[in-house]
């Protein structure tokens, strides 16, 4: 892109006002979204976020795969979001999971499965206070 062509890439912005947020059923298969942002996972937050597997073999790879490009960070609410969450996902080795499970349609391997969900209510809480501020969560 030229310079030109780059200024108007990229300064394009859609909001969903509140009366067409509020209209419209923002759901995605295991509840409501309480929060959604797009980012770039620094080092560091990526560190903390798998804190629980800095001793094992492939900790860096993992952390190095999370910082390497944009992600689509989501709270989800509603009953059960945990369970339903992890039944639209799927196994966390991709090829051993059911068609149409977002693993199995877009996970490349174990280590590049596509997605993360919490695996418990406490470690979603705790994975949420790393990427959202409690401002950026609604519906909850």
């Known amino acids: 892109l030229t310079p030109r062509e780059r200024v108007n890439y990229f300064t394009r912005v859609r909001i969903r006002k509140p009366e067409c947020a509020a209209q419209a059923a923002m759901r995605w298969g295991s509840g409501n979204f309480a929060a959604a942002k797009l980012s770039v996972i620094s080092k560091a937050k990526s560190e903390e976020f798998y804190a629980e597997h800095k001793a094992r073999p492939f900790n860096g790879e993992l952390v190095e795969f999370m910082t390497s490009g944009p992600v689509v960070m989501m709270c989800l609410v509603g009953e059960n979001a945990v369970l339903k969450n992890r039944e639209i996902m799927g196994a966390t080795d991709p090829k051993k999971e059911a068609p149409g499970t977002i693993r199995a349609k877009h996970g490349d391997s174990m280590g ?15 994975e949420l206070a ?4 409690r401002h950026e969560l609604v519906n909850m």
């Open 112 to 126: 590049e499965n596509a997605c993360h969900g919490s695996d418990s209510v406490a470690s979603a809480e705790r």
């Open 130 to 133: 790393i990427f959202f501020d």
